[in-house]
C-alpha cells in the first residue's frame, strides 16, 4: 500500500528577530549611517522653491481647470492638498505620483507631460500640501522617485 512520510518542517523564530539597526538621524559629518538606511520622506526638503513655481506655472495652464486654482477640486476632480488627498498617497512614493500625473492627467489631454513636468508638478503639489523646500531639486529620475516616500505628518 501507498504510505506517506511528513517531514516535520520546524522554523526558527530566532532568524526573524536578527534585522534591527539601530539608526542615529544626527547631522554629523558621517554620513555612513545615513547610506546605510536611506529612507528618504517628503519631510525632508526634496524639491526646490524654484521647482514648485514652475509646476505652479504649469498646474495653472492645463489643471486648474478641474481640480482648482486652490487645488480644492470641482465636479470629478479629486482636491489635491489636504487631508484626504494625504490619505490617499500616504506611504507611496512621489515617484508613484509623478507616474499617476503623467499617465493620467490631465485628463482633457493625456499624454503630453513628460517625466520632467509630471515631476515639477508634483513639487508643486508637496508645496501646497506644506512640505518643505530644500536646497536641491527633486530629480526627474524614476529609479530615485521611487525611494522618496510620501509620509502624513
Ligand atoms: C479635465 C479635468 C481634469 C484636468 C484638466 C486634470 N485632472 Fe486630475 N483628475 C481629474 C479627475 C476627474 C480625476 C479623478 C478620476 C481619475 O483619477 O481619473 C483626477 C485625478 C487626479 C489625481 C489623483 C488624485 C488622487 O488623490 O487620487 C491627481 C494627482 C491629479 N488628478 C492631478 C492632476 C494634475 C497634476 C493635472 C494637470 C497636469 C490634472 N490632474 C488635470 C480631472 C482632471
Partial sequence: MISFWNPKVTMSAAVLGGVLAAYHGETSAS???QDAAK???VASGVYSADQAKRGQTKYNQVC???HLSD???????PGLAGGEFLDRWDGQSVGDLADRIRTSMPQDDIGSLNTQMS??????????????????????????LKTVMIKKK
Fill in 31 to 33: 554620513g555612513a549611517a
Fill in 39 to 41: 529612507v528618504t520622506t
Fill in 71 to 77: 487645488l480644492s477640486g470641482s465636479d470629478q476632480a
Fill in 64 to 66: 486648474g481647470n478641474c
Fill in 119 to 144: 515631476v515639477d508638478l508634483v513639487a508643486y503639489l508637496l508645496q501646497a500640501n506644506n512640505f518643505p523646500a530644500g536646497q536641491e531639486e527633486l530629480k526627474a529620475d524614476r529609479g530615485f
